[in-house]
C-alpha cells in the first residue's frame, strides 16, 4: 500500500499531520467507521459529528435535501450527546490519523461541559468549537456575537491545554461584525487554528407542492457554489489577522478535487477539510492529497506548506 508523501507532511497547531486534508464534521462517523473505505494513514485526520451535552433526535425528515448544485442539510445536531460519545470512545485504539472532537452547545456552561469532557479523551487529540449554534437565551449564534464568541473560546481555552480550533461561520452581507474581527477574537482568547467555515443558511421550495424541501423550512447550503464565497474569507482572514498572527487557518467549503484544495491553500489556508464532497465520494480525501502532492512538485517546492498564502495578486 502507498504511503503517505513526505512533500505533504503538516504541522497543524501542534498536530503532526501526513496530509493537510481532513474530513470535516457531520461528514463522517469517526475513525472506526471512515476507515473502511480511506487509507487514514495518508490523510491528516478526522473531525467527529458535533457533540451537544445531551442526545438530541436532530430535526424531522427530510433534513438532507440534493440540489442542482451542492446541498442543504438541517440535522439539528443529531448526536448522541457526551456521555455515550465519552463511553463508545473509551474502548477507542488510537487509529493511523488524529481524531478531532467537534464541541456544540446553546449556553456557555454547555460549552464549557463538552470541551472538557471531549479534551480529556485520550483518542481526541484536539477540540474544535462548532460556533454556529443558536444562544438559547438571545437566540443569536454564537459566532455571530463576538461578546458570545470570546466567552465560548475563553470556556474552552480554560477546559484544556490541547489544540482549540474554532470553526466560524461564514459572514455574509448585513452582518455587523467581519471574519476579520471574529478571527481575531477568537485568536485574542487563545484559539490555536480558525477554521472558515460552517453552511452557508439556505433553503429550498417544492415549486409543485409549494412546500419547502427541508422539513425544517431552512438550513445549512455547501458544496461547490460556496467555494468562491469561502476563498474569499480565508484570503481576508489570512491577510488581516492570521499571517501576522502565526494562528493556522483549515478551509472547508465545496472542495470536490486536489485543485480546490490548492486555490485554499494559495489564499491562505495551512489545511482543508472537505465536508459533502465526501458524502458523495468518501474516497476524496485521498484523492486530493494526492493531487495536491502532484501540484507541489509542478510548484517547484519541496514542502507544501511553502504555498500557504502563495497567490501572486498582479500589481
Ligand atoms: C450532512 C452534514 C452534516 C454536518 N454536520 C456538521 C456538524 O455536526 N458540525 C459542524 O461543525 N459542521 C457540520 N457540517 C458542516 C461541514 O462540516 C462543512 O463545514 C460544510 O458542509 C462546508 O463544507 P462542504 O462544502 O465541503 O460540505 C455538516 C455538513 C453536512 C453536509
Keep these: 500500500m502507498p504511503t503517505a508523501e513526505p512533500i505533504l507532511k503538516t504541522s497543524l497547531a501542534g498536530l503532526d499531520l501526513a496530509a493537510p486534508v481532513l474530513v470535516a464534521a457531520g461528514t463522517a462517523g469517526t475513525t472506526d467507521e471512515i476507515g473502511e473505505v480511506l487509507d487514514l494513514a495518508r490523510i491528516g485526520a478526522v473531525v467527529c459529528k458535533s457533540i451537544t451535552p445531551e442526545p438530541r433526535a436532530g430535526n424531522p425528515s427530510p433534513r438532507m435535501v440534493p440540489l442542482d448544485v451542492g446541498m442543504l442539510n438541517a440535522i439539528g445536531l443529531a448526536n448522541p450527546g457526551i456521555d455515550a460519545f465519552a463511553e463508545s470512545m473509551r474502548e477507542h485504539k488510537p487509529g493511523p490519523c488524529p481524531l478531532i472532537g467537534s464541541v456544540a452547545a446553546f449556553d456557555l456552561d454547555g460549552y464549557a461541559l463538552v470541551a472538557q469532557r471531549l479534551a480529556a479523551l485520550d483518542a481526541i487529540r484536539a477540540i474544535e468549537i462548532n460556533v454556529s449554534c443558536p444562544n438559547v437565551h438571545g437566540g443569536v ?3 455571530a ?8 473560546v475563553q470556556a474552552a481555552r480554560d477546559a484544556t491545554t490541547k489544540p482549540v480550533f474554532v470553526k466560524l461561520a461564514p459572514v455574509v452581507v448585513g452582518t455587523p461584525n467581519s471574519i476579520a474581527d471574529l478571527a481575531t477574537v477568537a485568536i485574542d482568547r487563545g484559539a490555536n487554528a480558525i477554521t472558515l467555515c460552517n453552511t452557508v443558511p439556505g433553503m429550498a421550495i417544492d415549486v409543485r407542492t409549494r412546500t419547502p424541501e427541508l422539513a425544517n423550512v431552512t438550513g445549512g447550503y455547501s458544496g461547490p457554489a460556496i467555494r468562491p464565497i469561502v476563498v474569499k474569507l480565508v484570503h481576508e482572514v489570512y491577510r488581516k489577522v492570521t499571517k501576522d498572527a502565526g494562528v493556522p487557518i483549515v478551509a472547508v467549503g465545496g472542495i470536490a478535487g486536489w485543485h480546490h484544495a490548492a486555490e485554499y491553500i494559495l489564499a491562505g489556508a ?19 492529497a494526492k493531487g495536491l502532492a502532484k501540484w507541489a512538485r509542478s510548484q517547484g517546492v519541496d514542502h507544501i506548506g511553502l504555498l500557504t498564502g502563495a497567490m501572486e495578486v498582479p500589481a
Design 270 to 288: 495551512t489545511a482543508v477539510q472537505i465536508g459533502a464532497g465526501s458524502l458523495a465520494d468518501p474516497r476524496i480525501p485521498m484523492k486530493v
Design 141 to 143: 449564534e454564537f459566532g
Design 145 to 152: 456575537d463576538p461578546n458570545a464568541l470570546a466567552d465560548v
